[in-house]
C-alpha cells in the first residue's frame, strides 16, 4: 500500500462519526483548560515544577490550546475550505498533539500523586485541590489521548486509501498557478517543404 496519498491535497474521504470524535476533542480540551487554569490559580507559580504556570497545569493549558489550534482549525478547513487541506500538515499537527497529550496527561497523573499525597488527613486543604484539579487534567487528558490515536489511525486509513487526493476544488479544474490552462487543439500535420512534383 502507498503512501502517497498522505502528501495529497485535499481532506480524504472519512466517516461522519470521525467529525464527533474531533468535538469531543475540543469539549474535552476546553474542559481541560479550565481545569489547568484552576490548578496554576491555586497557588500561584509559587512552587514551581509541582504547580503554577511552569508546572503540570502549565503544559495542559499550552496543550489544550494546541488541540483548538489542530483540530478547530483542521475541521475549519475540511468544512469551509477543502481545497486547502495538506494532508502531511494535518498529520504532523495530529501526532505533535498525540505526544503533547501523551506528556501533559503523564505529569498531571505525577504532579496530582505528589499532592494527594500530602493532603492525607486535611479535608480542605490546597494540596488537596491542586491534586483533584490535576487528576481530573489526567483522566480527561488520558481520554483526549485515547481519541487523538483513534483519529489519526482512521485519517491515515482514509488517506491512504485515497492516493489521488481530491485534486482541485469545485469549479477550479483547469487552472493553473499563474492562469488558467487552455486544452492543447489538434492542428495538422503541416509540410515544411512544398511536395515536388514528378516530372
Same mark, same amino acid.
Given at each position: 500500500?502507498?503512501?502517497?496519498?498522505?502528501?495529497?491535497?485535499?481532506?480524504?474521504?472519512?466517516?461522519?462519526?470521525?467529525?464527533?470524535?474531533?468535538?469531543?476533542?475540543?469539549?474535552? @480540551?476546553?474542559?481541560?483548560?479550565?481545569? =489547568?487554569?484552576?490548578?496554576?490559580?491555586?497557588?500561584?507559580?509559587?512552587? =514551581?515544577?509541582?504547580?503554577?504556570?511552569?508546572?503540570? #497545569?502549565?503544559?495542559?493549558?499550552?496543550?489544550?490550546?494546541?488541540?483548538?489550534?489542530?483540530?478547530?482549525?483542521?475541521?475549519?478547513? $475540511?468544512?469551509?475550505?477543502?481545497?486547502?487541506?495538506?494532508?502531511? #500538515?494535518?498529520?504532523?499537527?495530529?501526532?505533535?498533539?498525540?505526544?503533547?497529550?501523551?506528556?501533559?496527561?503523564?505529569? @498531571?497523573?505525577?504532579?496530582?500523586?505528589?499532592?494527594?499525597?500530602?493532603?492525607? #488527613?486535611?479535608?480542605? @486543604?490546597?494540596?488537596?485541590? $491542586? =491534586?483533584?484539579?490535576?487528576?481530573?487534567?489526567? =483522566?480527561?487528558?488520558?481520554?483526549?489521548?485515547?481519541? @487523538?490515536?483513534?483519529?489519526?489511525?482512521?485519517?491515515?486509513?482514509?488517506?491512504?486509501?485515497?492516493? $489521488?487526493?481530491?485534486?482541485?476544488?469545485?469549479?477550479?479544474? #483547469?487552472?493553473?498557478?499563474?492562469?488558467?490552462?487552455?486544452? $492543447?487543439?489538434?492542428?495538422?500535420?503541416?509540410?515544411?517543404?512544398?511536395?515536388?512534383?514528378?516530372?
Amino acid at each position: 500500500m502507498s503512501t502517497q496519498g498522505l502528501t495529497a491535497k485535499g481532506v480524504p474521504p472519512q466517516p461522519l462519526w470521525l467529525l464527533y470524535i474531533k468535538i469531543a476533542i475540543l469539549v474535552l @480540551s476546553l474542559i481541560t483548560l479550565g481545569l =489547568g487554569a484552576w490548578a496554576v490559580s491555586i497557588f500561584g507559580g509559587y512552587l =514551581g515544577g509541582y504547580g503554577g504556570p511552569t508546572g503540570a #497545569g502549565g503544559l495542559v493549558i499550552f496543550t489544550a490550546i494546541w488541540s483548538f489550534i489542530v483540530y478547530g482549525g483542521a475541521a475549519a478547513i $475540511e468544512i469551509w475550505a477543502p481545497h486547502f487541506f495538506y494532508r502531511i #500538515g494535518a498529520l504532523v499537527g495530529y501526532i505533535l498533539h498525540i505526544i503533547f497529550w501523551l506528556s501533559a496527561w503523564a505529569w @498531571s497523573a505525577s504532579a496530582a500523586a505528589f499532592w494527594l499525597s500530602y493532603s492525607y #488527613g486535611f479535608y480542605n @486543604s490546597s494540596w488537596k485541590s $491542586e =491534586g483533584q484539579a490535576l487528576g481530573a487534567c489526567a =483522566g480527561l487528558g488520558a481520554l483526549i489521548w485515547v481519541l @487523538s490515536i483513534v483519529h489519526l489511525v482512521f485519517f491515515v486509513r482514509a488517506s491512504m486509501a485515497d492516493p $489521488e487526493g481530491s485534486g482541485p476544488a469545485l469549479g477550479t479544474a #483547469g487552472q493553473a498557478e499563474l492562469g488558467h490552462v487552455k486544452p $492543447e487543439q489538434q492542428y495538422p500535420a503541416q509540410q515544411t517543404y512544398p511536395a515536388q512534383q514528378p516530372q
